[in-house]
């Protein structure tokens, strides 16, 4: 198992640690924790529209960063769509909740491809890209694991076995929280609510 | 007076058999033992709108390491999720799928280690003797690769399943 320790604090194991982290007691998210808490680490990326995306220029927004792959049926898509419907209950929130995607696959991840992707899933997130060096840093800086596998028994040239989590960033830039996959909407809704306040 | 009894009441079962496999219609065969619920597929785009010509020029690159890979296996991907239900008491197995809205259909599940999510083939879903799998993200899927269009919620897609010994099996999996 090659799970970093920032992954190791599920809420049942931690409570004050995040305290002094922002106005939101830890005890209160219903994620996983990052341990220690820490400032999320920066990173510049390129969205389809060939804008930069900067992490740093989203101070005062809730960030949720998915990491994953358009070729990934099941669980990307799964994830993406319970951050949809999080994001649709927000109700004035949402206009402060961005909800971003980085590829981990930049070999098929064309800005063209992840556009039609986007725009497939009706909008509501940013998709990102970037030369491959730069992303694996950004996984790196975040614990992220991204294997590359040539499986057979699929007509895939490849799968990319990768971490489920979505990284939670709130308003102050601080790494706050970690949904696992398969946590329930309403589980999101009122953690981004916590760190939206 | 009993034997008519019998007799009545034999006719009607035989029609009540009759008149149900005429509603189901082609749906489930008589003999099917195999009942699917629950059939939706996950929105997906089929990347259809991709430049050919770039990606052709792409996949001449990639040459080296593909493998004879077919660029359309590369396209979109999307998922479908059943229940399939066995009320045999022979235990069965989902071997194959297939659908008009994809080049490809495999059997995939995913495996959950630590944090990391595997997503591999498998050769069959395994449908116990009176008992039922569940389809379902994160778990098993039938993954349709090639998309030959989006996926869009509330179309239907049809797929048809084909067990070890059931049969074959048509379900419309609702997108959503």
């Keep these: 198992m090659r799970r970093p320790s920032v992954f190791r604090g599920f809420r049942t194991g931690i409570i004050c640690l995040l305290l002094a982290a922002g106005s939101v007691g830890a005890s209160q998210l219903k994620g996983a924790l990052p341990t220690p808490s820490r400032p999320a680490a920066d990173f510049a990326l390129m969205a389809p529209d060939g804008t930069e995306f900067r992490l740093s220029r989203q101070r005062g927004k809730v960030v949720a960063l998915w990491f994953g792959y358009t070729f990934c049926p099941d669980v990307c898509p799964m994830t993406l769509s319970e951050l949809l419907r999080a994001r649709e209950r927000l109700d004035k929130g949402r206009q402060r909740f961005r909800i971003v995607f980085v590829t981990v696959d930049p070999e098929r991840d064309t800005p063209a491809r992840l556009r039609e992707y986007a725009q497939a899933f009706g909008g509501g997130f940013t998709a990102l890209t970037g030369p491959a060096a730069q992303l694996a840093q950004v996984r790196k800086a975040y614990g992220v694991v991204a294997e590359k596998r040539v499986v057979a028994g699929t007509a895939a040239s490849y799968l990319i076995d990768h971490s489920a989590f979505v990284y939670v960033v709130d308003p102050a830039g601080q790494l706050r929280v970690m949904f696992p996959f398969g946590m329930s909407v309403d589980d999101m809704v009122h953690d981004i609510k916590l760190l939206l306040q | ?176």
Aim: aromatic share 4%; proline share 5%; charged share 20%.
């Design chain 2, 1 to 176: 007076m009993p034997q008519t009894l019998r007799l009545v009441a034999f006719g009607s079962a035989v029609c009540l058999f009759l008149a149900e496999v005429a509603l189901a219609g082609p749906g489930w065969a008589q003999t099917q033992t195999i009942r699917a619920s629950n059939a939706w597929a996950r929105r997906a785009a089929a990347m259809g709108k991709m430049d050919m010509k770039g990606s052709m020029e792409k996949m001449d690159k990639m040459t080296g390491d593909k493998g004879g890979m077919s660029p359309m296996a590369e396209g979109g991907t999307g998922a479908v999720y059943v229940t399939l239900s066995n009320t045999g008491s022979q235990a069965d197995a989902l071997i194959a799928a297939s659908s008009d809205a994809a080049g490809t259909v495999e059997l995939h599940e995913v495996q959950k280690e630590g944090g990391v999510m595997k997503m591999r083939p498998v050769k069959s879903i395994p449908i116990p003797a009176g008992g039922k799998v569940e389809l379902k993200p994160g778990a098993y899927h039938i993954m349709l690769l090639a998309l030959k269009h989006d996926l869009k919620p509330g179309e239907k897609v049809p797929v048809t399943l084909s067990f070890e010994h059931g049969g074959e099996l048509r379900i419309e999996a609702a997108v959503r």
